[in-house]
């Protein structure tokens, strides 16, 4: 009658708690498989209450943000596939424990550009370019028609507000094409150079309200 991930708790927990007396390395990969959201925010700090209370320690794999979201960085280390480019072994910059699943997965550990499904990410995209071409020129009655509806689908998700604040609103008319927002996941070297282009961004609209 147990649940799947009933059954891989009381298999890890009990295999644990089997070896309380020895000093023993324990190694689990992705314990977390079968676990709802909230088991797996409390796992590792479930280990730790039991691994308090002998010398050994625990090793695992995963690719779940969740439960990294406890860990600092001294705790976690970062595997990248052969032949990738990147460093095939490393820490992360930053301790993941405060981040945040959103913060951790658009980290460079999973360098995903958004945590947005793909069909809202388009929509807002396209509200927003609609909204840039809306400050420059007038737009067609098929684009104003286009805007009213993508305003009335995003409306209630804070994506639909016009550009209200004159810092965001010059820094996306600097930035005219919004379309490499619409990757999924960028490289690394397309991360740097987003950075770098808004820093350029940043500092041409500082110099522009500086004069």
Do not use: C
Not at 34 to 50: G, R, V
Not at 191 to 197: A, G, I, P, R, S
């Amino acid at each position: 009658s147990l649940s799947d991930g009933e059954h891989q708790f009381i298999h890890v927990i009990g295999t644990l708690l089997m070896f309380i007396d020895e000093s023993s390395l324990f190694l689990f990969d992705e314990p977390e498989t079968h676990f709802n959201p909230q088991w797996k925010y409390e796992y590792t700090q479930t280990f730790k209450k039991i691994t308090d209370r002998f010398k050994s320690q625990i090793v695992m794999t995963t690719h779940d943000p969740v439960l990294l979201s406890g860990l600092s960085k001294e705790n976690v280390i970062v595997f990248n596939k052969p032949n990738s480019g990147k460093m095939r072994t490393y820490q992360p910059e930053k301790d993941l424990k405060g981040m945040g699943v959103d913060a951790i997965l658009t980290s460079e550990i999973f360098s995903l550009n958004t945590t947005l499904d793909s069909e809202t990410l388009n929509e807002m995209i396209e509200l927003r370019s609609l909204l840039l071409k809306k400050e420059k020129i007038k737009l067609s009655e098929i684009e104003q028609l286009r805007y009213l509806e993508l305003y009335e689908q995003l409306k209630n998700i804070d994506f639909a507000q016009p550009l209200n604040d004159p810092m965001y609103r010059d820094f996306l008319v600097a930035k005219g094409d919004l379309s490499v927002y619409s990757q999924p996941i960028l490289s690394e070297e397309e991360n740097q150079l987003k950075n770098e282009v808004a820093i350029k961004i940043m500092q041409t609209i500082k110099n522009k309200y500086s004069q």
